[in-house]
């Protein structure tokens, strides 16, 4: 899971850029980094850290353009600590590229084979982005052989063989140097991308490429649409937009993960509002809480802020419980589910969150988060609440059991941190120490999400085991989880 965001804009796009990347950034904290276009020249800086703390002034001035791009990451693939693997990624023929993508690819091996030994292209990381800014230069530089212009055909023609070649997750933006932006997303539009326009005081159309809709909305921009599965836009210096399917079967699958958890509550994706999507949530685990809990004698519902706060209070209403907010956020410390480490994720709770004992003293609590994957905060969030004096915890997950690796871009590589993989949830309560756990329905999560849209299936693999890209085997995932560092 990273955040990008692409801009053409009438005027000087580096302050756009990193207002958009700061408004990004729950998204990703290991690194970050920002690419602008003057011209044929390409300008770049990137760094580890957050955004605010990134770019000097002098990296802001260096940033000359009116079209650019910028990224946050969190790291999937490859290590989180190697400045080498920050995006955007630049290869320098044909043209000069910059390329930055949020999502996984899952044919990494087959890839990395054959642009060494077929394509000739030297790789100098282990970051997947690296890989697909290589084969999109590759099909770019087929097609581009006869003539040094760059038309549009040429530019689909080139995503349309990046598709039959790609598997798993990618939204990417790309700057080809002199030429535009150009915006595409994988054949199932795993990973969220949204097109948004306005207009200058020139008159002259301004395009961004997001993400997430929330940078378009702070921008003044209108929302046009969602990138569709397996399209790609062409955005020209000049403001002039081209698209095209350059998918054979596309199908739109997005990320269920995004609604649950990942995803801004003011953001929309793929036309479904995300904070109502985990109102929606809340009203399914309710009914679920209803029949297995014994609701009469819960005093309050507590959320774990913040994303789990739409669907507390969702329950509390439909339960007539009273809700009550518990735990104080300390909003200066990392969102502890894309911490690296195992180790730094259990040290940063309690410095994440503080307990009022006012609020639990002699009460039996009904906690309600948007997940449980590791279960390393879960656990540390019950014993605070015992601690801060609560007389029973009865935790709950917005989201069904999270049993399988996820493949498609969120760091859930190895089954073995998994604390529901292989187990029952009378067993998981025991690990986490509460005394009832209640998880939401895998069909109560599907339709809460896409209820009201259009949208029909969704990427599900960490609840269900069913992988919609079809490439991704149990040999595969023996060898993530053996790789997951390298």
């Known amino acids: 899971m990273c955040g990008i965001v692409g801009l053409v804009s009438s005027g000087p796009v580096n302050q756009q850029v990193y207002d958009a990347l700061a408004l990004l950034q729950h998204r990703g904290q290991d690194s970050t980094g920002i690419a602008t276009a003057e011209g044929r020249v390409l300008h770049m800086a990137k760094a580890k850290g957050q955004v605010r703390e990134a770019y000097r002034t002098r990296d802001m001035r260096s940033l000359l353009g009116n079209s650019g791009l910028g990224h946050v990451r969190y790291a999937t693939r490859g290590t989180a600590s190697s400045e080498e693997e920050a995006q955007p990624f630049y290869v320098n023929a044909p043209y000069g590229i910059i390329l930055v993508h949020n999502g996984n690819l899952t044919n990494t091996r087959e890839l990395t084979r054959e642009l060494n030994e077929v394509d000739r292209r030297h790789l100098n990381t282990n970051s997947d982005t690296e890989l697909l800014v290589n084969v999109l230069a590759h099909e770019l530089q087929q097609q581009v052989t006869i003539s040094t212009d760059l038309?549009?055909?040429?530019?689909?023609?080139?995503?349309?063989?990046?598709?039959?070649?790609?598997?798993?997750?990618?939204?990417?933006?790309?700057?080809?140097?002199?030429?535009?932006?150009?915006?595409?997303?994988?054949?199932?539009?795993?990973?969220?991308?949204?097109?948004?326009?306005?207009?200058?005081?020139?008159?002259?159309?301004?395009?961004?490429?997001?993400?997430?809709?929330?940078?378009?909305?702070?921008?003044?921009?209108?929302?046009?649409?969602?990138?569709?599965?397996?399209?790609?836009?062409?955005?020209?210096?000049?403001?002039?937009?081209?698209?095209?399917?350059?998918?054979?079967?596309?199908?739109?699958?997005?990320?269920?993960?995004?609604?649950?958890?990942?995803?801004?509550p003011d953001s929309i994706m793929n036309g479904i509002s995300v904070y109502e999507a985990r109102l929606r949530l809340g009203d399914r685990l309710a009914n679920t809480i209803a029949e297995y809990a014994p609701t009469g004698d819960i005093d309050v519902v507590m959320p774990i802020p913040d994303s789990s706060r739409p669907a507390a209070m969702q329950v509390a209403q439909k339960l007539g419980i009273e809700y009550r907010e518990g735990f104080y956020k300390n909003r200066y410390v990392g969102r502890t589910f894309i911490m690296p480490g195992q180790a730094e994720r259990k040290k940063s709770v309690k410095q994440k969150l503080n307990a009022m004992s006012s609020e639990f003293r002699g009460k039996n609590i009904l906690i309600v988060d948007d997940s449980i994957v590791r279960g390393t905060t879960s656990k540390e969030i019950v014993e605070m609440a015992r601690s801060a004096g609560a007389h029973s915890v009865t935790f709950t997950s917005a989201a069904p059991p999270v049993r399988y690796p996820h493949v498609y871009g969120i760091n859930m590589p190895t089954s073995n941190e998994l604390v529901a993989h292989g187990r029952k949830i009378p067993d998981i309560a025991r690990e986490l120490g509460a005394d009832h756990l209640i998880y939401q329905e895998v069909a109560d999560m599907q339709s809460a999400i896409i209820e009201g849209s259009d949208i029909t299936e969704l990427e599900m693999s960490c609840f269900t085991g069913d992988y919609v890209t079809g490439s991704v085997s149990p040999e595969y995932l023996t060898w993530v989880e053996a790789n997951q560092n390298s």
């Open 151 to 264: 038309d549009p055909d040429q530019v689909f023609a080139a995503i349309s063989r990046v598709h039959e070649r790609v598997e798993g997750s990618y939204a990417a933006i790309a700057l080809i140097a002199g030429h535009g932006l150009l915006a595409f997303r994988d054949p199932f539009g795993i990973r969220p991308l949204v097109l948004g326009r306005r207009l200058s005081e020139s008159g002259q159309h301004e395009w961004v490429v997001a993400s997430e809709s929330l940078v378009l909305e702070a921008g003044d921009y209108e929302i046009v649409r969602d990138i569709a599965p397996g399209e790609a836009v062409f955005i020209s210096q000049s403001g002039e937009l081209i698209s095209r399917q350059c998918a054979a079967n596309p199908r739109l699958i997005p990320c269920s993960f995004e609604y649950v958890y990942l995803a801004r």
